[in-house]
């Protein structure tokens, strides 16, 4: 038995000014056949889980691509051809079954939906070929998806530490159903509901509810998988927004009840989906005149994770202002701050205009440096190892990486756009977060995976960015309408 065993992620954010190339996802990693299973065989991904269940039945496994960039905006038609040319042509060689590592909100220049349209086209190829499927939570489920496969799941968790676990149950559910032993049948469908990312952390409601239903669905007999995906709001394409998918064997009823009762309670909860705003100024001074440290501090409209440039420096100059101290902050986007640390050196004194290097045409602001003076500390290459819950065992690419110290803070200054989910984005620099009174990361949710132990509390500053959870800033043409809350609708 051939098995075809594929990674191809990103979420876009179509608000974002940074392109998605084939470079970027280079820069992430992109592998291609042996290399490909080298980087994940082993790791706490979908695809580590994949190429374990393959082993396990004595499969051959074919890699014809695993690639994943930090998100941005559009992926470029010829970055989107290097990521499904490979896995189309190794289907037309020949292979039993597949088993994709997707996100479901790739959104390119040649398609709105990157993830509907690979699968159709491998369905085109090979029209009854087993598929699985994992997609993300904040996954924009689309019909071309789930008629173009034979079983689908999404993560349960945000930050998604369980990665492997749905890897795992949906892979050995399509090992079982070409065995006979089940015959997977879906059902899906959508609320109109445009939910913000920021109010999708699954350990908070709402989104903590819709987790719970699915997991009590998967304890009914006939359950294969029960999925609640958030979606992914800042991707405007028609299907953006929450939706709900529900496996059993062979029993559509079922099927079709759990995923009406689920997404009911989706709709029921979406005021609890929007998030709520409050002066920048008052949350640092609220923060300042707290004495017990760690205290996170998330920058979360600039975060990279959700293809945000990662150079607006709007919340750090607040912070600088009212004169916060033992501030690590983790990240800042500047290669080319970068390249004047390493000409000074480290131990020498620099005075830079940080950041700002980015104009956000779409929410109309323009690149606004901060003039800051520091010792560069550290300079480096950038690269670790995840050791955390989620990414387990995956390497980083920072790219030429320093840290400036101003005295009050110790700012972690990156050439590769990286969000700080694990807490290698300073150990790897020789800071020590844990001893930190405050920690500024441009993170929405994902940091909870490596710094929540640490936080003594936690607050959410409302700086400027492309991943803005103020709707008003953004101009939406191609989400369907109506939908809430960009329209006020009483009945879903």
Same mark, same amino acid.
């Given at each position: 038995?051939?098995?075809?065993?594929?990674?191809?992620?990103?979420?876009?954010? =179509?608000? /974002?000014?940074?392109?998605?190339?084939?470079?970027?996802?280079?820069?992430?990693?992109?592998?291609?056949?042996?290399?490909?299973?080298?980087?994940?065989?082993?790791?706490? %991904?979908?695809?580590?889980?994949?190429? &374990?269940?393959?082993r /396990?039945?004595?499969?051959?496994?074919?890699?014809?691509?695993?690639?994943?960039? !930090?998100?941005?905006?559009?992926?470029?038609?010829?970055?989107?051809?290097?990521?499904?040319?490979?896995?189309?042509?190794?289907?037309?060689?020949?292979?039993?079954?597949? !088993?994709?590592?997707?996100?479901?909100?790739?959104v390119?220049?040649?398609?709105?939906d990157?993830?509907?349209?690979?699968?159709?086209?491998?369905?085109?190829?090979?029209?009854?070929?087993?598929?699985?499927?994992?997609?993300?939570?904040?996954?924009?489920?689309t019909?071309?998806?789930? /008629?173009?496969?034979?079983?689908?799941?999404?993560?349960?968790?945000?930050?998604?530490?369980?990665?492997?676990?749905?890897?795992?149950?949906?892979?050995?559910?399509?090992?079982?159903?070409?065995?006979?032993?089940?015959?997977?049948?879906?059902?899906?469908?959508?609320?109109?509901?445009?939910?913000?990312?920021?109010?999708?952390?699954t350990?908070? &409601?709402?989104?903590?509810?819709?987790?719970?239903?699915?997991?009590?669905?998967?304890?009914? *007999?006939?359950?294969?998988?029960? #999925?609640?995906?958030?979606?992914?709001?800042?991707?405007?394409?028609?299907?953006?927004?929450?939706?709900?998918?529900?496996?059993?064997?062979?029993?559509?009823?079922?099927?079709?009840?759990?995923?009406?009762?689920?997404?009911?309670?989706?709709?029921?909860?979406?005021?609890?989906?929007?998030?709520?705003?409050?002066?920048?100024?008052?949350?640092?001074?609220?923060?300042?005149? %707290?004495?017990?440290?760690?205290?996170?501090?998330?920058?979360?409209?600039?975060?990279?994770?959700?293809g945000?440039?990662?150079?607006?420096?709007?919340?750090?100059? &607040?912070?600088?202002?009212?004169?916060?101290?033992?501030?690590?902050?983790?990240?800042?986007?500047?290669? *080319?701050?970068?390249?004047?640390?390493?000409?000074?050196?480290?131990g020498?004194?620099?005075?830079?205009?940080?950041?700002?290097?980015?104009? !956000?045409? /779409?929410? +109309?602001?323009?690149?606004?440096?901060?003039?800051?003076?520091?010792?560069?500390?550290?300079?480096?290459?950038?690269?670790? =190892?995840?050791?955390?819950? !989620?990414?387990?065992?995956?390497?980083?690419?920072?790219?030429?990486?320093?840290?400036?110290? #101003?005295?009050?803070?110790?700012?972690?200054?990156v050439?590769?756009h990286? &969000?700080?989910?694990?807490?290698?984005?300073?150990?790897?620099?020789?800071?020590?977060? *844990?001893?930190?009174?405050?920690?500024?990361?441009?993170?929405?949710?994902?940091?909870?995976?490596?710094?929540?132990?640490l936080?003594?509390? #936690?607050?959410?500053?409302?700086?400027?960015?492309?991943?803005?959870?103020? +709707?008003?800033?953004?101009?939406?043409?191609?989400?369907?309408?109506?939908?809430?809350?960009?329209?006020?609708?009483?009945?879903?």
């Open positions: 038995m051939r098995i075809l065993i594929a990674m191809m992620k990103h979420e876009t954010n =179509t608000f /974002s000014p940074i392109v998605a190339d084939w470079k970027r996802f280079q820069d992430w990693g992109a592998h291609l056949g042996e290399e490909a299973l080298k980087a994940y065989e082993g790791t706490a %991904m979908p695809m580590g889980a994949y190429i &374990e269940l393959a /396990s039945v004595g499969a051959e496994i074919v890699t014809p691509v695993a690639a994943e960039a !930090m998100p941005a905006g559009l992926v470029t038609e010829d970055a989107y051809n290097h990521l499904v040319d490979p896995i189309l042509d190794a289907v037309r060689e020949g292979v039993d079954a597949a !088993m994709l590592d997707l996100h479901g909100a790739m390119s220049e040649v398609t709105s990157g993830e509907g349209t690979l699968l159709e086209r491998i369905r085109e190829i090979d029209p009854d070929l087993p598929i699985a499927v994992t997609l993300d939570l904040h996954c924009n489920l019909e071309k998806m789930v /008629s173009n496969c034979t079983t689908l799941i999404g993560y349960k968790t945000y930050p998604h530490v369980d990665m492997y676990e749905v890897g795992k149950q949906i892979g050995q559910a399509l090992l079982d159903s070409m065995d006979g032993k089940v015959k997977p049948v879906m059902s899906w469908g959508n609320v109109p509901v445009l939910s913000q990312t920021l109010c999708q952390g350990d908070d &409601e709402p989104m903590a509810t819709l987790i719970r239903m699915c997991k009590e669905a998967e304890q009914d *007999e006939g359950v294969i998988a029960a #999925t609640a995906f958030g979606g992914f709001a800042l991707a405007d394409m028609k299907d953006s927004g929450n939706s709900v998918i529900i496996v059993t064997d062979g029993d559509q009823q079922k099927a079709d009840s759990i995923r009406d009762r689920i997404l009911a309670k989706a709709w029921e909860l979406r005021d609890d989906f929007i998030y709520k705003h409050a002066p920048l100024e008052e949350k640092v001074a609220e923060a300042k005149a %707290m004495t017990e440290g760690p205290v996170i501090l998330l920058d979360h409209a600039d975060n990279c994770g959700s945000a440039t990662q150079d607006v420096m709007t919340v750090i100059a &607040e912070i600088q202002r009212q004169g916060l101290e033992d501030v690590a902050v983790g990240a800042v986007w500047d290669p *080319e701050a970068v390249r004047e640390m390493q000409k000074a050196g480290i020498n004194t620099v005075t830079l205009k940080l950041g700002g290097k980015t104009d !956000m045409p /779409s929410i +109309n602001e323009v690149g606004e440096p901060l003039v800051i003076t520091g010792k560069v500390k550290v300079l480096s290459d950038g690269e670790w =190892t995840v050791r955390g819950p !989620m990414y387990t065992g995956v390497k980083v690419f920072m790219g030429p990486t320093a840290v400036l110290d #101003t005295g009050k803070m110790e700012i972690v200054i050439s590769n990286h &969000e700080p989910w694990d807490q290698g984005v300073f150990t790897s620099v020789g800071i020590q977060p *844990e001893h930190k009174r405050y920690i500024v990361l441009k993170s929405r949710i994902h940091y909870r995976a490596g710094f929540a132990p936080a003594k509390a #936690t607050l959410r500053l409302d700086g400027k960015g492309v991943t803005t959870s103020d +709707n008003t800033l953004l101009d939406y043409k191609n989400v369907r309408r109506p939908i809430y809350p960009l329209d006020l609708i009483n009945e879903a």
